[in-house]
């Protein structure tokens, strides 16, 4: 129970990460299950972004934490898994690295004035993204698997899905803001990549990757008040002192600071990232099964010390709380 009597409540941060993504929260959810035996599938919440949408609706379809891993590991996975797995029929159909577009014209070049002009915090990568001319790649087989492993318009628990309006630069937040729409297109949002994959329209508004906004939108949580948020962030180095790119400087300032305001709401926060040798390696490896594998090992091993660590002690009995409430 948490401190007040009521039942412990859980939210579960999914970020963005591109090919790294979906192996680095599978390494991080099967090592919670194994070292806690708390499900991933029983969090109250689920806020994904980008890659870490796909991951938060495979849970919500009630693909287990050791049936996601199977991949990784080679393992067979449960009757119940596969079962939801062989509802997948449509290959996934990923452009090549980089820009796929044939047009030189930024797609929408007011987003760079509203975010150094307009107040509030800048968002570099939104201004970037109103630079970057409109993305070709057909991104919907992303929607098309999406919607076979998850059938239903919408899951039944709270699972919050981030995109950015491309023509506001504001962010969007499937499943709990006033936008009628399906899993499947949801995800494809989602994931578009600026300059790569095209917008994904959804009645009448064009969006691309929630990533633009923030690799995490953890933020999204901190108004709950819930005893604990779990966070699987696959580029973000929050605690290092050592230099890294631009990108991940400011990805993992972001987060820091989205931890801060879940935290001054009385709730814990346990993060999982890679490590600086961890990050290091990723960056040097071609997107293949092989080092798909790989990377859910490094994850999964940093995320079971993050975990036998002190200060993670009151993240666990939490964990180990929630379990007993079923």
């Given at each position: ?15 963005a ?14 090592a ?10 029983l ?46 029929t ?69 699972t ?31 994931s ?7 917008p ?14 923030s ?66 390696a ?8 092989d080092?798909?594998k790989?990377i ?16 993670s ?14």
């Amino acid at each position: 129970m948490s401190e007040n009597g009521t039942e412990t409540t859980i939210g579960l941060v999914l970020s963005a990460g591109g090919f790294s993504g979906a192996a680095h929260h599978s390494g991080v959810i099967d090592a919670i299950f194994r070292a806690t035996g708390w499900d991933s599938r029983l969090s109250d919440v689920i806020v994904g972004t980008s890659a870490g949408s796909l991951t938060a609706i495979s849970l919500r379809a009630g693909i287990s934490p050791s049936d996601l891993a199977s991949y990784y590991t080679d393992d067979s996975m449960s009757t119940e898994g596969q079962q939801i797995v062989n509802r997948v029929t449509t290959s996934l159909k990923m452009p090549e690295p980089g820009l796929s577009t044939s047009s030189k014209m930024p797609s929408k070049p007011t987003l760079l004035l509203k975010e150094l002009f307009l107040g509030g915090r800048p968002r570099p990568m939104v201004a970037i993204t109103g630079l970057l001319p409109l993305g070709e790649a057909d991104g919907s087989s992303f929607a098309e698997r999406t919607s076979q492993i998850h059938p239903e318009l919408w899951p039944d628990k709270p699972t919050w899905l981030c995109a950015v309006d491309l023509d506001t630069g504001k962010r969007a937040v499937f499943g709990r803001d006033d936008i009628r729409t399906d899993v499947g297109s949801a995800v494809q949002a989602s994931s578009a990549i600026p300059g790569r994959f095209s917008p994904m329209n959804i009645n009448g508004k064009r969006y691309v990757d929630g990533g633009v906004h923030s690799v995490t939108n953890s933020d999204l949580l901190a108004a709950l008040q819930l005893d604990l948020v779990v966070i699987s962030s696959a580029s973000t180095l929050i605690a290092s002192q050592e230099k890294n790119s631009l990108s991940v400087a400011w990805n993992s300032r972001t987060l820091h600071k989205e931890i801060e305001q879940i935290r001054s709401n009385g709730t814990e926060v346990l993060v999982f990232e890679p490590t600086v040798s961890d990050l290091q390696a990723r960056n040097k490896l071609e997107p293949t099964k092989d080092a798909a594998k790989e990377i859910f090992q490094m994850s999964q091993t940093s995320a079971f010390a993050r975990l036998a660590k002190p200060q993670s002690n009151k993240a666990r009995n939490l964990l180990e709380e929630a379990i007993l409430q079923i």
